[in-house]
């Protein structure tokens, strides 16, 4: 099974900061790695697939990047609506795995 | 609009069996993978199974293989998730998934999620 690291497990920053996520397959997935928002009590909402494709209606502050094993999602400038929990999954074979998230809070 | 209801949660006791499902909506259901996937309290998100849009290929997690059988009823837009041998660590909200395919890699990854159903499985 392929896993996926992300770090960190969490971060605090504030409104208009730069954030940077990082997620790390256990072995080249290409770029078959997807990017998921999560808020409490709310199912995932799709953010970004083949690592750097923006989902249809996700803002352009969202950005994606990397191929093989290493990945990173950036947010340009957090808003308020941007606190939450980020996954990253890999689909590039069976199983299919998710990192084990990162929660961004408010600094 | 694309809608997934999922129903079919519920608290039940481990040993016991308990079949969710998924209405599909707003699009044709038909032409579409999908998948399950489990979020235990506090947890991290965990891919259960996924189906071919005319059942060819189904998959599972090995946690689950056994016990769990997808299914779809594609003349009722309608996804289906059997549990038998519930365990407590089966304790999650079950997500239905849409899986979208796109050209440039010829592969699909996970658009749409439902609201999920919460099963609680305790003595």
């Known amino acids: 099974d392929i896993q996926m690291t992300q770090s960190p497990s969490s971060l605090s920053a504030s409104v208009g900061d730069r954030v940077t996520i990082t997620c790390r397959a256990s072995q080249a997935i290409s770029n078959y790695l997807a990017w998921f928002q999560q808020k409490p009590g709310k199912a995932p909402k799709s953010l970004i697939y083949a690592a750097s494709n923006l989902q249809s209606g996700v803002p352009s502050k969202f950005s994606g990047s990397g191929s093989g094993t290493d990945f990173t999602l950036t947010i340009s400038s957090l808003q308020p609506e941007d606190f939450a929990t980020y996954y990253c999954?890999?689909?590039?074979?069976?199983?299919?795995?998710f990192g084990g998230g990162t929660k961004v809070e408010i600094k | 609009e694309v809608q997934l209801v999922e129903s079919g949660g519920g608290l039940v006791k481990p040993g016991v069996s308990l079949r969710l499902s998924c209405a599909a909506s707003?699009?044709?259901?038909?032409?579409?993978?999908m998948n399950w996937v489990r979020q235990a309290p506090g947890k991290g998100l965990e891919w259960v199974s996924s189906?071919?849009?005319?059942?060819?290929?189904?998959y599972y997690a090995d946690s689950v293989k056994g016990r769990f059988t997808i299914s779809r009823d594609n003349a009722k837009n309608s996804l289906y998730l059997q549990m038998n041998s519930l365990r407590a660590e089966d304790t999650a909200v079950y997500y239905c998934?849409?899986?979208?395919?796109?050209?440039?890699?010829?592969?699909?990854?996970?658009?749409?999620w439902g609201q999920g159903t919460l099963v609680t499985v305790s003595s």
């Open positions: 998934v849409r899986d979208l395919y796109y050209d440039l890699q010829a592969s699909y990854y996970f658009d749409y």
């Open positions: 999954q890999q689909y590039n074979s069976y199983p299919l795995t």
């Open positions: 707003g699009f044709t259901f038909s032409s579409y993978k």
């Open positions: 189906i071919s849009s005319s059942t060819t290929y189904i």
